[in-house]
């Protein structure tokens, strides 16, 4: 996976080999940091875009809000600074991580003072299947995690936190340890959340279900697909549901920038879907990963008409 060669660092653009942080990193310590995961495509009628750029730069303002620090630049000038940064690698088509933690701050400590310096990077890298190719194609394999989505008040839930995602690091590590592509994360109650980096839609008798947002990120591409699910006529559901109601879906698939949509083969070792289809993508999901692929590629016109920034 190439890197950029460029990095946007408080401000300026400047060659990677040069940004470098310090030890007294207050984020490398406690995690107290946020960042966005966003994807640029070719596009049809030519050179790239960056899709749904300014609801993610929204978010990182969000995740820092909750995290009670002040963001050094606007959403404006982060989107700007995105585009630049895409420009300089020559990247028509990557992935995008924006991230802004506490830097060398004065205080080394768990209290980092009143006002503590927060530092802002714009990192590109060309990133493919996030579940494999195998995943993308046929379906990837998931179990249920024996690590469970932390309360709503230990994990702050709306915030893409550095810190909380150790927890998905450990369900990631544990599911592709167990010869899983993926691990599917509860709650205190026992109720599906979402993976360790995607959120969950199951299908069953045409209904779609996709779990509430209480104790989930609320994941950009998530409301993509709930907005072209609508659009496309079907009833879409946010409500809980439990590990056996999920066995017996017709067809289940994951979400996220960086997984965009997968399908998903099997969980728990039970193939999903019933008789000659068990075990393959289904239809809804089909049409919905073509159609994704074309609406990020500006090939799908009527959806999202401010959803794509040129590079
Ligand atoms: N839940 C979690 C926990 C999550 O990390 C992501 C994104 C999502 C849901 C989907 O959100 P959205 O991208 O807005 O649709 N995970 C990012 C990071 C993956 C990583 O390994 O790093 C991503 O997809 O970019």
Redesign the pocket.
Same mark, same amino acid.
Request: proline share 0%; aromatic share 4%.
């Given at each position: 996976m190439a890197r950029g060669s460029k990095i946007w660092l408080n401000g300026k653009i400047v060659p990677a080999e040069e940004a470098r942080i310090s030890l007294f990193t207050h984020a490398l310590h406690y995690g107290t940091g946020a960042f966005e995961?966003i994807r640029a495509y070719k596009q049809k009628k030519g050179g790239g875009a960056v899709f749904r750029l300014v609801e993610h730069m929204e978010r990182l303002h969000e995740s820092l809000k909750i995290l009670n620090l002040t963001v050094p630049f606007s959403v404006e000038q982060l989107v700007k600074a995105t585009t630049e940064t895409c420009k300089a690698n020559g990247f028509d088509e990557c992935y995008i991580r924006p991230i802004a933690y506490i830097g060398d701050n004065p205080s080394l400590g768990v209290n980092p003072g009143a006002n503590p310096i927060v530092d802002v990077a714009i990192l590109n890298w060309e990133w493919g299947s996030?579940l494999g190719d195998k995943g993308i194609h046929e379906g990837a394999r998931l179990k249920i995690s024996s690590f469970i989505r932390p309360h709503v008040n230990s994990a702050m839930t709306k915030g893409?936190i550095t810190g909380q995602y150790v927890n998905?690091v450990l369900a990631k590590r544990e599911a592709i340890a167990m010869g899983y592509d993926e691990g599917l994360l509860l709650d205190a109650e026992g109720y599906l959340t979402? %993976?360790?980096?995607?959120?969950l839609f199951m299908i069953k008798n045409g209904v779609v279900k996709t779990t509430p947002l209480n104790s989930?990120?609320n994941?950009?591409?998530?409301q993509t697909v709930i907005e072209y699910l609508k659009h496309q006529g079907h009833e879409v559901q946010g409500a809980r549901f439990t590990r056996d109601e999920l066995w017996c879906a017709d067809e289940i698939f994951l979400? %996220?920038?960086?997984?965009e949509i997968t399908p998903v083969q099997e969980i728990d070792n039970r193939l999903i879907g019933k008789g000659a289809k068990a075990g393959k993508p289904g239809p809804i999901t089909l049409k919905l990963k073509s159609d994704y692929a074309a609406i990020v590629r500006g090939d799908l016109p009527e959806y999202g008409k401010n959803w794509l920034t040129a590079i």
């Open positions: 995961g996030y893409k998905s979402e %993976g360790s980096g995607e959120n989930i990120l994941g950009i591409t998530r979400t %996220g920038t960086a997984a």
